[in-house]
C-alpha cells in the first residue's frame, strides 16, 4: 500500500516535518522532533515518508528501529547510527576516519556480531559522540536525518548519547526524528522524558475520520466503499491506520466487496497477525496484561477494575495499572467501572484465539458475578449465550428469560431469539419447555416459517396445552399464512372458549387462500364475536369476493379497519386484507397510501410475510396508476422476501405471492420468464401435482392465451370459475376469468358462447359498481361484437374510466378505439382520440405502451416529437443494429467484428439503448425490443406463437 494512503489527514504533521528539512538544508543546523500516539496510529509511515522526502532533498538518512529484543544491550542504537553514517563515506575517507577513533570504538564499528561490556563503558559515549561530530563536521557526511522509531526501546547509552547529541544540533546538519509509543515505559522512562523535553513535539496522533478510513479503504480496493460500510469500517477498527490496512487486506482475502450489505460482516472479522500483535505489545507492558486484556475483551463493556481481579486472579492494583497503560496504547477505552476493548476486530481477534474452555469459564463466572451484583439481566444473559452448555441453575432460566422479554419489548427481535434458544439449552420443566419453543416459533414465524414450525412441533409434543397456551393470535394468523392446517387444529383443540374466540378470525382467513391453494379446517368455527382489524376487514373481503355489498359499502368497512393501528402482525394481515378490498373497487390512491403505510410498520415489527404481501399490494396499486417500473420493483421484492420467508415455496402466501408476478409478467410480454415461474409452481406443490388452484389455472390460462394456446386456456378459464363458484367467490374486479373465457372463445370462433361470458361479466360488474371491470367487460364486448356496435361499447368504456384513477385501464382503452377508428379510415378521429392516450401514456412508466401508442398515432397519420419518443423508435440505426443483435444473444466482442466498429462503440450504444427503452439491462432487450428481436426461428413455450407486440386485449382484467 502506498504511503499517501496510511497519511490520511496527517497533512499538518507532514508540513511541520518538512519544513523542519527545509531549515536544515538552508541554515546548516539541526533539531529534534518526536511524534507521539497509541500502538498502530500511524507513527512509523509518517517517519517513513519524511526519510523518503529527506532522501530526495539530499540528506543522508539513517533509520533506525528500536528493539524490545535489544533494549538491553548498552549503546546499541548509537552503535548503528554511526556505523551506518560511515558506511555513506567514499571508501578512501572511511579508513581515514577509523584511523582517528580510539580501538574500542574502531573494533566494535567494525564488528557487526560481537558485543564486550566497552560499550557499557560511559566514555564510550562521548567516544561516539565525537566520532558523529567528526562524520558531519570533518569528513562531509551532512546533512544527515536519523530517523529513530520506537525511541522508548532505545538502550539507556543511546539515550544518553542522544541527549549529548541534541545538546550540539545547532551547530551541526543533523535532524533526529522520532516516535513514541504511548502506554509503554520502555527502557528507562526518566532517560527517555529528559530526551523529549529537549526536542519538539509535532503532534499527538490522533484516529482517523470515517472520511479518511473511506478514502483509504478505495484506494486499497480499488472501490469506493458504501458510507454504511466506510462506517462499520471506522466502528471496528476505530480508525487506527494500522488496522484499516489489516481490514483490507483481509477483506480481500475473503473476497468481500465494500457495500451496505457486507458491512455487518465486518463486525465478526479477525485476524491472527492482530491478535499475536496485541499478545507481543501488551507483554512489553506486564506479563499479566494480555490476560487482562483478554478478560476485559470477553466481558465487552461489564468490565470494572474490581471484576477483572476476581476473574483474572491478578491483583487490583495491579490491574489498575496494567489499564491505565492500554488506555494510553489505545487499546482500552472507558474508566474503571465502564472498561472496554476500543476496537472490535481487535477484540474479536483475541476471542477467536482464545481456548473455548478458557473463554466459556470466563463468562460463567461472569454471568455469575453480574446476577450476584443485580445487574440487568440483559447484561447476565449477554454472557450466558457464549456458554454452550447447562449450567443447571435457576437463575440462569430465570435471567434468560427475563432478557428475551425484555428484548420482545423493544422489539429487538434477534436478541429475543437468541435469548430463547439459549434457554432451551438448560434443563426445563415439559411445559416451560413447551412454552419456550412456542415463544420462539413466535419470533421465528416472522422471518423463517420451515424454522418455526419445527420448534412448534417439538412444543405440541412435549406439551400442546402449555404450548397452545402460549401461542399469540400473531402466531396463529402468521401459521394461517402458511397454511400450517395440522398444526393450527391442534393449536385451536387445546384452546378454551376464549382463546378459541381469539383466535376465530385467523381460520376464517383460510377460507380466502383458498384460490391460491391453500386450505380449511374440517372443524366449524361459528361466528366470531371479536371485532379486531382482522375480523372487519375480512368482513369487508367476505362482502366483496361474494358481492354481498356494493363497493361503495365495502370501501367504507375497509377504510375502517385500515385506520386501526398498526401494532401487531394480527392487524398487519387484517390490513392487507382491506388493501385487497380496496384494489377491488377501485380505490388507487388511497390503497396506495395506506400500502405504504402498511409497508413501513411490518418492516419495523420485521414480520416478513406481511412486509412481502403488502409490498406486492403497493405494486397492484402502482400497475394500474401506470406506474409499471415501479410496479415490477416491488413484485422483484415480493417475491425475493417470501423467498427468504419460505425457501422450500410450501406456502400459500409463496404460492399467491408468485401467480401475482407471473400475470405482471404475462401482461409485460415476457412469457418464457412467466413459464418457468409456473414450472415451479408445479414443482413446489405438495406430491409434486400440478397446481390446479383457482389463481393458478387463472394465471396459466392468460399466459396460454397469451401465447395462443386458446383451447387450453379456454379449460382453464371454465376450471378456474367452477372453483371460485364453489367457494362463493363470484366478484369480476377480483378474477375477470368470463373476459379471458370469451377472449379465448372468438379467437376459437364460438363468438355466440362467448357472448354469454361477456354479459354474465357486465351483469356483475353493473351490480358491483366499480368502474375498471364495467370498462374491462365493455372493451371485451367490442372484441365480441365487432363494428359497428362494438364503437359504442368503446366510447363508454372511455367515457367510465376518463374521470376515475385507472389511467392504465383508460389508455387502453383509448388505443383500442383509435385502433378501430384508424380501420374505419375515420383517421381524424383516430388521430384525436390517440393524441388523447398518448398524452396520458408519457406520464406512465411503460415504455413498451408508448412505443405502441405512438405507433398507431404515426399509422394514423400523427406525428410524435422525436423527444417524446421512445421503445424502437426512440433508437439511432446504429443502435438498433447494435441492440438487435445483442437481444439475439451476440456478445459485445462478436457485435463489434459483425458491425466492423470497436468494442467501446458497442457498449456506448447499449448503454443508451437501454435509457431509451426503459430497461435495466441485457436481459431486458428482446422482450423491449419486440418481435424485431426473436429474428427467424424465434420459438415460445407449448410451441405457440412467441412475443408479440403489446396490445390492449392482452391486459384486460
Not at 533539531?31 to 519524511?50: C, H, I, M, P, W
Not at 431509451?916 to 426461428?937: E, N, S, Y
Request: glycine share 8%; with cysteine.
Amino acid at each position: 500500500m502506498s504511503l499517501p494512503t496510511i497519511l490520511c489527514e496527517r497533512v499538518r504533521e507532514t508540513a511541520t516535518l518538512n519544513r523542519s528539512l527545509e531549515e536544515t538544508v538552508v541554515s546548516g543546523r539541526g533539531g529534534f522532533l518526536f511524534v507521539r500516539g497509541g500502538a498502530g496510529t500511524g507513527k512509523s509511515a509518517l517517519l517513513e515518508d519524511a526519510a523518503e522526502r529527506a532522501r530526495e532533498a539530499g540528506f543522508a538518512v539513517v533509520q533506525i528501529r528500536g528493539s524490545h529484543a535489544e533494549h538491553l544491550l548498552d549503546h546499541n542504537v548509537a552503535l548503528r547510527v554511526v556505523r551506518a553514517v560511515r558506511d555513506k563515506l567514499a571508501p578512501e575517507l572511511c579508513g581515514a576516519f577509523e584511523e582517528g577513533l580510539p580501538t574500542a570504538v574502531r573494533t566494535l564499528l567494525g564488528d557487526r556480531t560481537s558485543y564486550s561490556d566497552t560499550a557499557a563503558d560511559q566514555r564510550f559515549t562521548h567516544h561516539l559522540l565525537s566520532a558523529m561530530d567528526q562524520l558531519v563536521t570533518r569528513y562531509g557526511a551532512g546533512p544527515v536525518l536519523l530517523v529513530i522509531d520506537n525511541l522508548h526501546w532505545t538502550d539507556r547509552g543511546s539515550l544518553r548519547w542522544l541527549g549529548l547529541l541534541l545538546e550540539r544540533l545547532s551547530a551541526l546538519p543533523v535532524l533526529v526524528f522520532g516516535s513514541v509509543c504511548e502506554g509503554l515505559s520502555g527502557t528507562d522512562h526518566e532517560l527517555l522524558e529528559e530526551l523529549l523535553v529537549n526536542g519538539t513535539s509535532v503532534a499527538q496522533l490522533r484516529p482517523l475520520s470515517q472520511t479518511a478510513v473511506g478514502t483509504a479503504l478505495g484506494v486499497m480496493l480499488h472501490a469506493d466503499p458504501d458510507p454504511a460500510f466506510t462506517a462499520a469500517a471506522l466502528r471496528v477498527t476505530a480508525g487506527y491506520p494500522l488496522l484499516v490496512v489489516t481490514l483490507a487486506q483481509l477483506l480481500t482475502e475473503l473476497g468481500i466487496r465494500p457495500d451496505a450489505s457486507s458491512a455487518p460482516l465486518l463486525d465478526e472479522l479477525a485476524a491472527d497477525s492482530v491478535a499475536m500483535s496485541v499478545r507481543v505489545r501488551t507483554r512489553r507492558i506486564s506479563p499479566d496484561a494480555f490476560a487482562v486484556y483478554r478478560v476485559i475483551a470477553a466481558l465487552d463493556g461489564d468490565a470494572g477494575v474490581d471484576n477483572v481481579a476476581f476473574l483474572s486472579g491478578i491483583d487490583p492494583v495491579a490491574v489498575d495499572e496494567v489499564c491505565h497503560a492500554m488506555r494510553k496504547m489505545g487499546l482500552l477505552t472507558g474508566g474503571n467501572t465502564g472498561l472496554k476493548a476500543a476496537q472490535p476486530l481487535v477484540r474479536n481477534s483475541v476471542l477467536r484465539e482464545c481456548p473455548p474452555t478458557l473463554l466459556q469459564n470466563v463468562h460463567t463466572q461472569a454471568a455469575s458475578l453480574l446476577h450476584g451484583a443485580g445487574a440487568p439481566a440483559g447484561a447476565v444473559a449477554r454472557h450466558l449465550l457464549i456458554v454452550r452448555r447447562p449450567l443447571s441453575e435457576p437463575w440462569v432460566v430465570a435471567a434468560l428469560l427475563t432478557a428475551a422479554s425484555d428484548a420482545h419489548a423493544a422489539n429487538d427481535t434477534g436478541s429475543y431469539i437468541r435469548y430463547l434458544r439459549r434457554a432451551l439449552i438448560e434443563p426445563l420443566a415439559p411445559d416451560t419447555a413447551a412454552k419456550v419453543l412456542t415463544e420462539l416459533t413466535g419470533a421465528l414465524a416472522r422471518v423463517d416459517i420451515t424454522d418455526a414450525t419445527a420448534h412448534l412441533d417439538r412444543a405440541l409434543a412435549i406439551s400442546p396445552d402449555a404450548a397452545s397456551e402460549a401461542t399469540t393470535p400473531d402466531l396463529f394468523v402468521l401459521l394461517a399464512l402458511a397454511d400450517r392446517k395440522q398444526q393450527l387444529q391442534t393449536v385451536y383443540q387445546h384452546s378454551d372458549a376464549a382463546r378459541r374466540q381469539a383466535l376465530a378470525p385467523s381460520l376464517r382467513m383460510l377460507r380466502y387462500l383458498v384460490p391460491y391453494g391453500g386450505s380449511v379446517l374440517e372443524e366449524r368455527t361459528g361466528a366470531e364475536t371479536v371485532d379486531n382489524t382482522l375480523t372487519m376487514a375480512l368482513r369487508a373481503w367476505d362482502d366483496t369476493a361474494t358481492m354481498s355489498a356494493s363497493a361503495d359499502a365495502v370501501t367504507e368497512q375497509a377504510l375502517r379497519a385500515a385506520a386501526a393501528p398498526l401494532l401487531r402482525a394480527e392487524s398487519l394481515v387484517g390490513q392487507a386484507f382491506a388493501l385487497r378490498t380496496l384494489a377491488a373497487a377501485g380505490e388507487l390512491t388511497t390503497g396506495l397510501r395506506l400500502s405504504e403505510a402498511v409497508v413501513e410498520a411490518a418492516r419495523r415489527q420485521g414480520v416478513v410475510p406481511v412486509i412481502a404481501i403488502a409490498v406486492h399490494l403497493r405494486s397492484t396499486f402502482l400497475h394500474r396508476l401506470g406506474k409499471l417500473g415501479k410496479a415490477r420493483a416491488d413484485a422483484s421484492e415480493s417475491v425475493r422476501l417470501v423467498r427468504s420467508w419460505d425457501p422450500a415455496g410450501a406456502t400459500t402466501v409463496w404460492r399467491m405471492l408468485h401467480t401475482q408476478v407471473v400475470h405482471l409478467l404475462t401482461d409485460a410480454a415476457r412469457t418464457e420468464f412467466a413459464w418457468r415461474l409456473v414450472d415451479e409452481l408445479h414443482r413446489k406443490r405438495a406430491g409434486s401435482a400440478p397446481d390446479r388452484s383457482a389463481q393458478a389455472l387463472y394465471a396459466t390460462g392468460r399466459l396460454r392465451l397469451r401465447n395462443g394456446d386458446h383451447k387450453g386456456a379456454l379449460q382453464d378459464f371454465v376450471a378456474c370459475g367452477s372453483a371460485l363458484g364453489d367457494q362463493g367467490m363470484v366478484n369480476p374486479a377480483v378474477t375477470a376469468w368470463q373476459l379471458h373465457a370469451a377472449m379465448a372463445l372468438v379467437r376459437l370462433g364460438q363468438t355466440g358462447a362467448a357472448t354469454g361470458y361477456v354479459r354474465e361479466h357486465l351483469e356483475k360488474a353493473a351490480s358491483w359498481g366499480a368502474p375498471a371491470p364495467v370498462a374491462s367487460g365493455l372493451r371485451v364486448q367490442a372484441l365480441v361484437t365487432g363494428p359497428p356496435g362494438s364503437a359504442a361499447s368503446l366510447e363508454e368504456a372511455i367515457a367510465i374510466l376518463r374521470p376515475t384513477e385507472e389511467h392504465l385501464g383508460l389508455v387502453y382503452a383509448l388505443l383500442q378505439r383509435g385502433q378501430q377508428l384508424r380501420a374505419a379510415d375515420d383517421l381524424t378521429t383516430a388521430r384525436r382520440v390517440l393524441r388523447e392516450a398518448h398524452d396520458i401514456a408519457l406520464r406512465l412508466d411503460s415504455p413498451p405502451l408508448l412505443d405502441s401508442v405512438s405507433r398507431e398515432l404515426r399509422a394514423a397519420g400523427g406525428r410524435t416529437p422525436r423527444s417524446e419518443r421512445q421503445g424502437f423508435d426512440a433508437l439511432t440505426d446504429s443502435e438498433r443494429r447494435v441492440a438487435l443483435l445483442a437481444a439475439r444473444g451476440k456478445k459485445n466482442r462478436e457485435i463489434a467484428k459483425t458491425l466492423f466498429v470497436q468494442m467501446r462503440t458497442v457498449e456506448i450504444h447499449l448503454t443508451n439503448t437501454y435509457r431509451k427503452l426503459g430497461i435495466g439491462g441485457r436481459d431486458d432487450l428482446a422482450t423491449a425490443l419486440g418481435a424485431a428481436a426473436t429474428g427467424p426461428g424465434g420459438a415460445s413455450h407449448g410451441g405457440a406463437a412467441g412475443h408479440r407486440s403489446l396490445t390492449p386485449i392482452d391486459t384486460v382484467g
